[in-house]
């Protein structure tokens, strides 16, 4: 029955939390486990810049480079046109978007909202977590103090060497977390009051979040 419910039934989540905290993380692995796609803000943005576009480029160098939030409106009309893809037709996980009330507002006119989750950390865990996270420059994957690479600083499927996230220095993380008190922790309210919102435990190991989220799922099949 559980099968058949998560098969039928359209899931659209919002992931948030403050950097760090484990979104990208979970939602590729919920994305794999309930078979919709995983939606990333920061993934396109890094792409787009890995592609010389103008809009990555842009996004990188006068925004979430230095760690502040790309505009709105660059960022909605982004997420607009990525979740009118025939992949998202069953649902969705967001993963960095919204990250402002603004923006949640203006998801709620795009798409309806099924569960909004948020990953608490605390702030010491963060800055240990990302100032130690590398990442393959030819595939993409992350590695960090929950997923080491196998040898030291080479990536264990591109047997290339990792780097340092420009946006993963200390000081750009410190500069995100502040952003994210301000502009994102408002969140909370926002959909406390849509009666949307559950809280996880971003400490725990990662498939006892996984398990957590999903449980928190499963309560509305």
Request: charged residues 35%.
């Amino acid at each position: 029955m559980l099968f058949l419910a998560l098969k039928t039934k359209k899931m659209n989540i919002v992931l948030f939390g403050p950097p760090g905290a484990g979104k990208g993380t979970q939602a590729k692995l919920l994305a794999n486990y309930f078979r919709i796609p995983h939606v990333s803000t920061g993934d396109m943005f890094r792409e787009a810049a890995a592609e010389g576009t103008r809009l990555g480029i842009k996004a990188r160098d006068e925004y979430w480079g230095k760690g502040n939030l790309v505009p709105d409106d660059i960022t909605i009309g982004l997420v607009k046109e990525r979740l009118g893809a025939k992949d998202c037709e069953k649902g969705f996980i967001l993963d960095g978007f919204p990250r402002t009330i603004g923006q949640a507002e203006a998801l709620e006119k795009i798409s309806k909202i099924d569960y909004a989750i948020e990953i608490q950390s605390s702030e010491e865990i963060i800055i240990k977590r990302l100032t130690s996270r590398l990442q393959c420059k030819k595939c993409g994957k992350i590695y960090g103090l929950d997923v080491p690479p196998k040898k030291d600083k080479l990536c264990d499927k591109c047997k290339l060497p990792l780097y340092h996230r420009d946006d993963d220095k200390e000081e750009v993380v410190r500069e995100r977390l502040r952003v994210y008190k301000k502009q994102t922790r408002p969140l909370i309210k926002f959909y406390k009051k849509n009666g949307l919102l559950r809280s996880i435990n971003g400490e725990q190991k990662i498939e006892k979040i996984l398990d957590d989220i999903k449980k928190i799922v499963q309560e509305k099949l």
